[in-house]
Nanobody
């Protein structure tokens, strides 16, 4: 089974920055659309950002636009989430996601274990 491994989370003061990294074990990220989701206590998991498998198209949830940047380096087999201007409401467990449509009836979804991001006021 493919595992996505996240790193880079931690405790940071409001206004600070963190960079999350995600690397799969057992396969390359080439050909997969990658994304970041987050889940705060008592809330559903929600989309933060995605980057298309070609690397040229990105999408962000409105609340992080202008502060977060998703990128990928296929040569290093890694996707990143640069988070600047962090706010207490960004506190959550952040999950890496990998998606690939194999056919009209089959799409793969893989998840990491998550990395905790805590922003203090």
């Amino acid at each position: 089974q493919v595992q996505l491994v996240e790193s880079g989370g931690g405790l940071v003061q409001a206004g600070g920055s963190l960079r999350l990294s995600c690397t799969p074990s057992g396969r390359t990220i080439s050909g997969y659309t990658m994304g970041w989701f987050r889940q705060a206590p008592g809330e559903d998991r929600g989309l933060v950002a995605t980057i298309h498998w070609t690397g040229g198209l990105t999408e962000y949830v409105d609340s992080v636009k202008g502060r977060f940047t998703i990128s990928r380096d296929d040569a290093k087999n890694t996707v990143y989430l640069q988070m600047n201007g962090l706010k207490p409401e960004d506190t959550a467990v952040y999950y890496c996601n990998s998606v690939r449509t194999m056919s009209t009836t089959l799409t793969t979804w893989d998840w990491g274990q998550g990395t905790q991001v805590t922003v203090s006021s």
